[in-house]
């Protein structure tokens, strides 16, 4: 019997100690399996050159300074690839000019008389700002190692928020023509008619379309500690719609109620009403640029 009793303590003592090496390894597994969750967060900034271009135009763009910051998340399918979202905040700013205009527009005066208002200006140049969101989506493809090359490849959906500009002229020659009187008035600079030098205008509210654009980014991605990486890329953004709203107005309006107090119609929203054309044609921002990035799983 007491054979029978030294053999079952040393198997309950076995018991015990599988039990016990059976929580520790699953302890020490447990950090392991958290760390290859295949979530990811990343936080990151971007400056890049842009430009709103159009196939057609009246008037000259220039190429812009564009910076950000971006939040996003992302989710491992494998080793390999990868899917992105998130959201980002962007400042952005387009001049746009040109050199001589003239314009007209059919308006009333103050006392109501019918008039064909005709307009000369000359040094001409607008600055545009604006406020956008972003919101990516994208599929990333990446090589091994502690340094990896990787390729980006989505489309961003852009909300402006905010979307200004203000405007200013060297020169600004305007006359009246009245057709009762048979008559085109150059004077008196009350009534806004005259020349007018070195113009500033009130700043104007642009009405435009939210954008969709496509990108793709390449680069460098670096382990720095386990799971936490930093990326340094090159990316290329081009618009994949129209985002002029013509509003069917000119590019100066003569202001009834305050003759001399001019007001611009912004160049993404004015018409040619000569030729009934507007100042720009399926406008698209493009850019190209950097971008940095810090993110690690969770």
Not at 111 to 132: K, M
Not at 134 to 139: E, N, Y
Not at 143 to 168: D, H, L, M
Not at 206 to 227: F, H, R, T
Request: a negative charge.
């Amino acid at each position: 019997m007491t054979i029978i009793h030294n053999i079952i303590n040393q198997l309950a003592s076995g018991k015990k100690q599988w039990i016990i090496a059976t929580v520790v390894l699953g302890g020490l597994s447990l950090p392991t399996t958290m760390a290859q969750s295949p979530w990811n967060v990343s936080i990151g900034v971007q400056a890049s050159s842009t430009e709103l271009r159009s196939d057609e135009s009246l008037i000259e763009n220039d190429q812009s300074l564009r910076g950000g910051l971006n939040l996003g998340v992302g989710y491992a399918l494998n080793e390999r690839w990868s899917l992105h979202s998130g959201v980002g905040i962007g400042y952005l700013k387009n001049n746009t000019g040109l050199l001589n205009f003239s314009g007209k527009q059919n308006t009333v005066d103050i006392e109501g008389d019918a008039f064909e208002f005709r307009y000369t200006l000359t040094g001409y140049s607008e600055n545009q700002r604006y406020t956008v969101v972003s919101i990516p989506l994208a599929v990333q493809y990446e090589t091994a190692g502690a340094t990896r090359f990787y390729a980006r490849a989505g489309a961003n959906y852009n909300i402006f928020v905010t979307s200004e500009a203000k405007a200013k002229a060297n020169s600004l020659i305007t006359t009246g023509f009245f057709e009762h009187l048979n008559a085109e008035l150059e004077g008196p600079k009350f009534a806004g008619f005259g020349t007018f030098e070195d113009n500033t205008f009130a700043k104007e509210d642009i009405d435009i379309k939210n954008a969709i654009n496509a990108i793709l980014e390449l680069g460098i991605k670096q382990s720095v500690a386990p799971n936490h990486w930093l990326y340094l890329g090159i990316f290329v953004e081009t618009g994949l719609n129209n985002l002029l709203k013509s509003n069917g107005e000119g590019l100066l309006q003569y202001n009834r109620e305050n003759p001399t107090d001019f007001q611009v119609n912004p160049s993404l929203n004015a018409t040619d009403l000569s030729s009934g054309n507007a100042f720009l044609k399926d406008a698209k921002f493009r850019s190209f640029g950097l971008k940095f990035w810090y993110s690690f799983n969770f």
